[in-house]
């Protein structure tokens, strides 16, 4: 099982197509790097020690946090597309030219099946992890290590009371960015082994590249369109799968709605894949 | 060149990079004389805060005026009606279920009379913040002005109570339920300080 899983991973970070997801993720994340370079090199030094200079702190300009810059939009928006080129491809060319089939003649089914998923899951974690870890040691180069204003924290990052981490974010601030960065890695987990489930039982490559994402961008539009949900208190929550993506949402997005909507597409992933592990379909 | 051989050309990039970037952070951040963040200063009730001759809040010049919190508390709505002896007229003004109510001491240590605003003075706790209830603070400020702005003579003191509305929406279950033994603070901008004073 290590073994078989080590292989998988091996073949997924050697993939092509996994290089071409790491690269547009990197492209997008250096766009934005400039971007917030080119403002703050312009107002920080007038900020210097005065109120406010925590707007250019590294706190504020992380991709995770701020909603301002080009890059932030398109890497968001193109996450699911990301994992998808990352994971789907792979999986759907092996069982293409049938070498999934030889591997399942030849093991155990069910080990062969969980090494796939957590390669899968691995990879699409790495696929958005990278990136992100890139955009924090570009942005440390140039923002202050800033603790942000709680009284105007609110106001400038849209970190409020309700949003994942709020408190984190403005006592530990370390503690926050690294939870911040192990959501992303998990929700890139998720997507990949949903995009792996796609490449191993859809018949077409483009079906198989695009389901993915098509769903994603379809339930969030529904999810927009629809009144917006609120709690008992009258809080208002984000519970599309986009917006959720990102941890700084216009709208609530506590912890367990996070974690609930990805073990909802976990689990539905894993009873798929057991499904067909029971019935020991070549495809 | 073989692949270990640009294995090893690519780790040794990759750590020159990490090397340096992290050189360049450091000094960034702890041995440049550039200092970033404003130092804070927290106050207990009772304690002076001067007010930054170069700030100004709610437009008025605050130069040597000096601003403390004399007392506060958090209440449901109608408890902070019925102890502070007001009418339903007052409700009106009051949507939010629990009212912060915070009475503040300004000294002008002027030789001027000047005026300040009462309106602007943004109370926060660790992970939020509040906005003073405009209406609600002018209505029990018979000396206020419309414009939300307090008179003080030359060398007085005057007190004046602002109230902060709280909306259950905006906070946790958690925060909410406890919201009266919070740590709450007033944010007053000093020279080149941040002083916050306690409010509970």
């Not at chain 1, 073994?3 to 690269?23: D, Q, T, W």
């Not at chain 2, 709505?77 to 019925?82: A, I, P, Q, V, W």
């Not at chain 2, 007052?90 to 300004?106: H, L, P």
Request: proline share 3%; net charge neutral.
């Amino acid at each position: 099982m290590k073994k078989s899983c080590r292989i998988e991973l091996y073949k997924g970070i050697h993939n092509r197509m996994f290089y071409v997801a790491l690269g547009s993720g990197i492209a997008m994340i250096l766009a934005q790097v400039v971007q917030t370079f080119l403002t703050v090199s312009k107002n920080l030094p007038s900020m210097m020690g005065n109120k406010g200079a925590e707007v250019y702190g590294l706190l504020y300009r992380f991709i995770g946090v701020e909603t301002e810059t080009l890059g932030h939009k398109l890497f968001f928006m193109s996450i699911p597309i990301l994992i998808s080129l990352a994971t789907a491809w792979i999986f759907f060319e092996e069982k293409e030219e049938g070498y999934f089939g030889q591997i399942l003649c030849r093991s155990k089914r069910l080990d062969s099946f969980t090494s796939k998923y957590i390669a899968a899951f691995l990879i699409g974690g790495l696929t958005i992890l990278v990136p992100l870890l890139l955009d924090l040691f570009c942005l440390a180069l140039f923002c202050p290590l800033v603790k942000s204003n709680p009284a105007a924290g609110g106001m400038l990052t849209g970190v409020t009371q309700g949003i994942f981490g709020c408190r984190l974010y403005y006592t530990k601030p370390f503690l926050y960015l690294l939870a911040n960065l192990a959501v992303e890695f998990l929700w890139g987990g998720v997507i990949g082994c949903m995009s792996a489930m796609a490449g191993l039982l859809l018949s077409k490559r483009l079906g198989a590249l695009f389901i993915v994402p098509a769903l994603f961008y379809i339930v969030e539009v529904v999810m927009e369109i629809l009144p917006s949900i609120e709690l008992a208190n009258g809080m208002k929550v984000k519970t599309g799968p986009l917006s959720l993506l990102y941890l700084v949402p216009f709208a609530a997005n506590p912890a367990w709605i996070l974690f609930g909507e990805m073990g909802v597409m976990l689990l539905v992933v894993i009873v798929i894949a057991w499904m067909k592990e029971k019935r020991y379909e070549q495809f | 060149m073989n692949n270990s051989k640009k294995r090893g050309l690519c780790f040794a990039v990759i750590l020159v990079c990490l090397v340096i970037g992290g050189v360049r952070i450091a000094f960034f951040n702890h041995y440049s004389n550039v200092n970033y963040e404003i130092p804070y200063e927290y106050l207990e009730v009772g304690q002076w805060a001067k007010i930054a001759t170069e700030d100004n809040v709610g437009n008025c010049v605050l130069t040597g005026y000096e601003i403390m919190v004399s007392e506060s508390d958090v209440l449901n709505t109608e408890e902070f009606l019925s102890q502070n002896g007001l009418g339903t007229e007052y409700a009106g003004y009051m949507n939010a279920k629990k009212q912060g109510y915070v009475r503040f001491v300004v000294r002008n240590t002027k030789e001027e009379a000047g005026e300040i605003s009462v309106l602007e003075w943004i109370i926060h706790g660790i992970d939020f913040c509040g906005y003073v209830n405009q209406e609600a603070t002018i209505a029990m400020n018979p000396e206020v002005s419309a414009e939300g702005k307090i008179s003080i003579l030359a060398q007085e003191e005057k007190s004046f109570v602002a109230v902060y509305q709280f909306s259950e929406r905006y906070f946790n279950e958690k925060t909410w339920k406890n919201l009266e033994k919070e740590p709450l603070w007033i944010q007053v901008f000093g020279e080149n300080k941040i002083q916050e004073l306690a409010v509970q």
